[in-house]
């Protein structure tokens, strides 16, 4: 982290006005409740509900991170790196069922259809419902999923999404964003 050159981020603790900031991007489906409360984003929903938030610019080789507390229910949340311009999307997401993190979840839309999607389970040691970091390290052909726990990085798996878009065209990349995205489950 000493290391780290940080290119944009959603820090709940300093926003000042949530839709201002990061506003939502993109279809939104039921209206989850988005709030900052003691300096931490609580989203929350009692029904099924999808919400993603811009939180900045994109680059194809940097490493982008989202730090879970806690998650209670079943749902997902982790990035989309998404396209403005096209209904293409990168979506890498910690999977979650009844509060527990299971599985990191990468989902890869063109011309808005799904055209690959990988889960790749989180080791047996590494479930539960303990605070939980998913980081996507960006290769500008595919993507390194990795969870941290405990500041340790224990890599989950690996995608290519070459074959559908190619992230090194500049004129493409350029288009991309980097969002916050959740998919909460009914209770």
């Known amino acids: ?65 989202v730090a879970v507390n806690k998650f209670t229910g079943s749902g997902a949340i982790g990035m ?19 509060g527990e993190y299971r599985s990191v979840r990468c989902v890869v839309t063109k011309d808005g259809k799904d055209v690959e999607q990988q889960d790749f389970a989180i080791p047996e040691a590494l479930i539960s419902n303990d605070p939980i970091r998913l980081r996507v390290q960006m290769l500008a052909v595919g993507v390194n999923l990795f969870v941290e726990r405990d500041e340790r990085s224990t890599l989950i798996g690996r995608m290519d999404f070459v074959k559908h878009f190619d992230l090194r065209r500049k004129d493409l990349m350029r288009r991309f964003e980097f969002c916050l995205h959740t998919a909460l489950e009914a209770n």
């Open 1 to 65: 982290r000493s290391q780290d050159i940080r290119l944009a981020g959603l820090r709940p603790a300093k926003v000042v006005g949530l839709d201002v900031m990061h506003p939502p991007v993109g279809p939104q489906m039921n209206d989850p409740k988005l709030e900052i409360e003691d300096g931490r984003l609580w989203i929350s929903s009692n029904e099924a509900a999808t919400a993603t938030r811009w939180v900045g610019g994109f680059n194809p080789f940097a490493v982008y991170d």
């Open 80 to 98: 989309m790196f998404r396209d403005t311009a096209a209904e293409n999307r990168i979506t890498a997401t910690l999977v979650c069922k009844d």
